[in-house]
C-alpha cells in the first residue's frame, strides 16, 4: 500500500489510464504472474469500476507482450508512455515453462529498468522507502496554475494531511463534505463586522483553502 493505493491495483489503474488516453478500443490483456511461492489465499485480480479497459489473466498463453511490471515499481499519473519508452526489448514470449526461473527473470528486468528523468516511476526496494515516495509524489500533485500563498504556504500543509487521509478510505467527496461546514461558519463569523471577527472569519477561511487542496491531491494520488 503506497500513497493510499495497493500496488497491483495502481498498476491496473495505470495501465487503463493509458489505455483510455491512447484511444485503445479492445480491451489491454494484463496477464498476472505471482510468485510461485506465494499463498493461493494472497492472490487477487483487482475489481475497481474504473478499470474499464484493460482484462485481466493468469494464464501465460505465450503469447508476445508489450510491457512488464512489477509491484515494487511506483507509477506517478500518466507514466506507462514513458515505461514503453524507457524499457529494455522485452523477450517475445512469456513461457510458462520453468515458473520460477521465468517469473525471476521478469521481476528482474523492472528491477534494472532506468531512473525516471520525468519523475514517472520510483522502484521501491524496501519498505522503509515508502513514506520518502509518497513526500516525493505528493510535492510534485500541486496544479501548474497554484499561486504563491498555494504553493509556498497551503500545499506544504495540505499534503502533511492528504498523506494522514490516504492511510484511509477516504475519497475527494467524503472530505469535500466533511470541511463544508468551515466556510459557512466563517461566513457567520464576519457577520458580527468587529475587527477579531474580521480576522478569525479569514483564518477560517485559510483553513478551508489548505483543507480543500487535499480534495485534488486524494484525487490525483486515488486515480478519482
Given at each position: ?55 485481466f ?31 529494455m ?40 522507502q ?13 496544479k ?48 458580527h ?32
Open positions: 500500500m503506497v500513497a493510499g493505493l495497493r500496488q497491483l491495483e495502481r498498476l491496473a489503474l495505470s495501465i487503463d489510464e493509458f489505455a483510455v488516453e491512447n484511444n485503445e478500443t479492445a480491451p489491454v490483456l494484463v496477464c498476472i504472474s505471482w510468485k510461485p511461492d506465494l499463498d493461493q489465499a494472497q492472490r487477487w485480480i483487482p475489481t475497481n469500476e474504473r478499470l474499464t479497459r484493460i482484462a489473466t493468469t494464464e501465460l498463453d505465450e503469447v508476445p507482450y508489450d510491457l512488464v511490471l512489477n509491484t515494487r515499481l511506483f507509477l506517478y499519473r500518466k507514466a506507462v508512455r514513458h515505461l514503453l519508452e524507457a524499457s526489448a522485452p523477450p517475445k514470449i512469456i513461457s510458462s515453462q520453468g515458473e520460477k526461473d521465468s517469473w525471476e527473470n521478469n521481476f528482474r528486468q523492472v528491477a534494472v529498468l532506468p531512473r525516471s528523468r520525468e519523475r514517472a516511476w520510483e522502484y521501491v526496494t524496501d519498505g522503509s515508502i513514506d520518502e515516495i509518497e513526500i516525493k509524489f505528493l510535492r510534485n500533485s500541486g501548474s496554475q497554484d499561486g504563491f500563498v498555494s504553493r509556498y504556504l497551503n500545499r506544504p500543509i495540505s499534503r502533511v494531511v492528504t498523506r494522514l487521509l490516504l492511510r484511509f478510505p477516504t475519497t475527494p467527496n467524503g472530505w469535500t463534505l466533511l470541511i463544508f461546514l468551515i466556510p459557512i461558519a466563517a461566513s457567520f463569523v464576519l457577520l463586522g468587529t475587527y477579531w471577527s474580521f480576522l478569525w472569519g479569514l483564518v477560517l477561511f485559510l483553513f478551508f483553502s489548505v483543507l480543500d487542496g487535499c480534495v485534488g491531491e486524494i484525487a490525483r494520488a486515488k486515480f478519482l
